[in-house]
């Protein structure tokens, strides 16, 4: 099927190439899906140790806090000797890196003790955001205040030149008297450095963000660092709304500060007012993807480009193969010298117009044609005349044959034959005139004959009813009514009359009379 229709190879080949091009597509659609939850998973992982940590150290720094308002609470601890006092008000975490000192303030915020000197260092923090919140809201637990700079307020001042890295956080608590009204604050600064130092030991790509900030929008850290981002609101932006609907969730979202697209996920940290991002490029989540993704698309169209390529020269193949068998079918089918149907070709035309003519009603005629004194022909003017002249009654037979239905074939030596289907006695007859008389003027000069020019004798036969019952028994009567013709004195035409077994009266023709007919 597939040999005798190339085409159908092309089409199957496409087929196949699309087949092909539609897994690769949907395998990577899966790759690209699976590149994006790893990253997700990677994210969640970061995050979740990221709030940990933070959650851990608060808590730490909250407990410190509230020892040093049970320290107070107790009538003992006042009455100490300062060394002692200090030591008992203040634990050793305090210290700890990244940590800032702790103040107990009183109601007017001034600095009653303090961490890193037992003489009080004289400050005053009635003007910050930690004092003023304490101090009007009775129940505000742990505040964590907005960043700043200790160098820039002329209050404790670090060692440390970098102003950046002194950035710090305040966390208070309120100190209430027995009556319930305020009696002060305890206060203890963080370095923002260790949410740097934290956030740079996580990997989250060249393009990877981690972002803290308060409930309220105001940025405490941001990875890539960026001294200018530190303190900046990002209140009104499309990410910072997202960040206050829900504790948590995930989003695609572009980032206000450098306008990168990124994978976001959020979350507030459990029962403090901070809000923690962390956020992967979708570059740096398909770069590799993307890498892969070019080599199996590359391989894929290659192999899809040579399944084509290679249907297409196939297809060419079966294309010259089958006009190859066409043309050897059709060499088997006709004479090589006069480019008429041999005789097994034309044996088989009379069979199937035979079986056709039986079943429709039809009449069929059958001509055979014969060159008159051909061997002497031959004998006197060579083969090469001979061919010449057989090629000639060819081209007349073929000029007065032209129904697409009619066959005309060499049927033996300088023997012709023609099938003329629907075609009766009368019609029969006035083509074989023609072709007798085509032939003869052709004026092939021919001394060995009585007629002196190339002629030819026909014997033509017609079956229509049961007279004649089988196609063989049709080319016998042809054959039959040929040889009375040649008897009869050749270059004429004879009829072969199927009742009597003879010749029909009169229908001899010669050069001089030509009976009626129609075809």
């Excluded at 948590?248 to 697209?261: H, L, P, R």
Aim: neutral net charge; glycine residues 10%.
């Amino acid at each position: 099927m597939v040999t005798r229709r190339p085409n159908a190879v092309i089409a199957i080949s496409i087929v196949l190439a699309g087949a092909i091009l539609a897994i690769a597509v949907w395998l990577l659609a899966q790759m690209r899906e699976d590149a994006l939850r790893r990253a997700q998973d990677a994210v969640f992982n970061v995050s979740l140790l990221v709030e940990r940590d933070v959650s851990r150290n608060l808590e730490i720094y909250d407990l410190s806090l509230r020892a040093v308002i049970d320290g107070l609470r107790h009538p003992g601890v006042l009455e100490l000797p300062p060394v002692i006092r200090q030591m008992v008000l203040f634990d050793g975490s305090i210290g700890a890196k990244d940590m800032g000192s702790v103040f107990v303030l009183d109601k007017n915020g001034n600095v009653r003790f303090d961490s890193r000197s037992v003489e009080p260092r004289p400050l005053n923090f009635a003007g910050r955001d930690f004092f003023k919140v304490q101090r009007d809201s009775p129940n505000v637990g742990l505040f964590i205040s907005h960043p700043f700079s200790p160098g820039g307020s002329g209050t404790e001042k670090d060692q440390d030149k970098d102003q950046d890295k002194d950035m710090r956080i305040a966390l208070s608590r309120r100190i209430s008297q027995p009556d319930g009204s305020f009696g002060g604050v305890v206060v203890g600064t963080m370095r923002l450095t260790y949410f740097r130092h934290l956030f740079d030991g996580m990997k989250l790509g060249p393009s990877g963000s981690m972002a803290l900030m308060l409930s309220d929008g105001t940025m405490l850290m941001r990875r890539p660092y960026d001294p200018k981002t530190i303190g900046i609101n990002l209140t009104g932006t499309a990410n910072y709304s997202r960040f206050i609907r829900q504790p948590n969730g995930d989003f695609f979202g572009t980032a206000a500060i450098d306008g990168v697209e990124r994978w976001y996920a959020f979350s507030h940290i459990d029962i403090y007012p901070l809000i923690l991002d962390v956020a992967l490029s979708t570059g740096d989540i398909y770069v590799e993807w993307r890498r892969r993704a070019w080599i199996i698309g590359t391989l894929i169209a290659g192999l899809d480009v040579t399944i084509i390529a290679l249907a297409i020269l196939f297809s060419y193949q079966l294309r010259r193969r089958r006009e190859a068998e066409e043309e050897l079918r059709e060499l088997a089918r006709t004479d090589g010298l006069t480019g008429l149907n041999n005789r097994r070709a034309f044996e088989e035309e009379v069979n199937e117009e035979w079986r056709r003519a039986q079943r429709n009603g039809w009449p069929l005629s059958l001509l055979l044609i014969d060159v008159d004194y051909f061997k002497g022909f031959n004998d006197l003017y060579g083969h090469s005349a001979g061919d010449e002249a057989l090629i000639g009654v060819a081209r007349c037979i073929t000029q007065n044959v032209r129904r697409p239905g009619d066959t005309a074939a060499r049927y033996g030596g300088e023997e012709f034959a023609v099938l003329l289907p629907d075609t009766g006695a009368a019609g029969a007859q006035r083509i074989a005139e023609q072709i007798r008389t085509a032939v003869q003027a052709l004026e092939c000069r021919h001394v060995a004959s009585t007629h002196h020019v190339l002629t030819v004798s026909v014997g033509a036969a017609t079956a229509h009813g049961p007279l004649i019952e089988t196609s063989r028994a049709l080319i016998n009567a042809a054959d039959e009514a040929l040889y009375r013709a040649k008897d009869a004195g050749r270059n004429r035409v004879q009829l072969y009359r199927a009742a009597e077994g003879a010749p029909a009266d009169g229908a001899v023709v010669t050069p001089d009379t030509q009976g009626p007919g129609t075809h």
